[in-house]
Every structure is written in C-alpha cells, then in structure tokens.
C-alpha cells in the first residue's frame, strides 16, 4: 500500500509561482515512476508531468511546458511540481499519482497508476 499526501496549494495571482509537494511511504520510493495529473471542475484529469524513477526522464503536457518543473528527492520519499508562469486555466485540483514498480515507460493515462493522492486546490486569479 502506497500512501500519496500533497501540499502547497493555495491562492495566487496570474504570472505567479507555486510549489507543490507530495510525501510517499508505505513502498520504496525509488523502485517506482511518480506523476503530477490536475482536474478542474467539469473536465477530466489531464496529465501534467511525469519523472522516472531515477529522476533521470520527465515528460510534460502541452499546456505546462516551459513552465512547469517536476522533480523527485528520493532519499526524502519526496515528489515536487514547481509552477511557475502561472495562468487562470492552471486553476485545478492537483493529484500525484505512482506508476506499479518495474513500470518503464512513462504513461499520461490514469488507468496505468495505482496509488493517488486525495489532492490540493491551486486557484490562479486572473
């Protein structure tokens, strides 16, 4: 059983920056790829940004790259989201997710992760 706790959401501005964090346990945290997937009300969960394992490979949406880093600290059991540029339609519930271990190849779909978090609110004011 994996355990996925997010923070750092909050209130900002248009232009602004947030960092959001999720703290594992319950399973290695290394042996596993990890993911950043938001929701706003009425759509679908989009995928934002994946990271391997290691830490070595990211892969981002559309709508975030160039403007969003995701990394990992795996002696910490830590995943981050640093957001920056933000804009009005940023504005979502934003959930971590991880990947089975032995997973290899990064994946945008919601079907192929096994452990979510419950989630943190980032609002972008225009």
């Known amino acids: 059983q994996v355990r996925l706790v997010e923070s750092g959401g909050g209130l900002v501005q248009a232009g602004g920056s947030l960092r959001l964090s999720c703290a594992a346990s319950?399973?290695?945290?290394?042996?596993?790829?990890i993911s950043w997937f938001r929701q706003a009300p009425g759509k679908e969960r989009e995928f934002v940004a994946t990271?391997?394992?290691?830490?070595?490979?990211?892969f981002y949406g559309d709508s975030v790259k160039g403007r969003f880093t995701i990394s990992r600290d795996n002696a910490q059991n830590t995943l981050y989201l640093q957001m920056d540029s933000l804009k009005s339609e940023d504005t979502a519930v934003y959930y971590c997710?991880?990947?089975?271990?032995?997973?290899?190849?990064?994946?945008?779909?919601?079907?192929?992760?096994?452990?979510w978090g419950q989630g943190t609110q980032v609002t972008v004011s225009p």
């Open positions: 990271i391997s394992w290691a830490g070595s490979s990211t």
């Open positions: 319950g399973r290695t945290f290394s042996n596993y790829g």
């Open positions: 997710a991880s990947r089975p271990p032995g997973t290899i190849y990064p994946s945008r779909s919601t079907n192929d992760y096994d452990y």
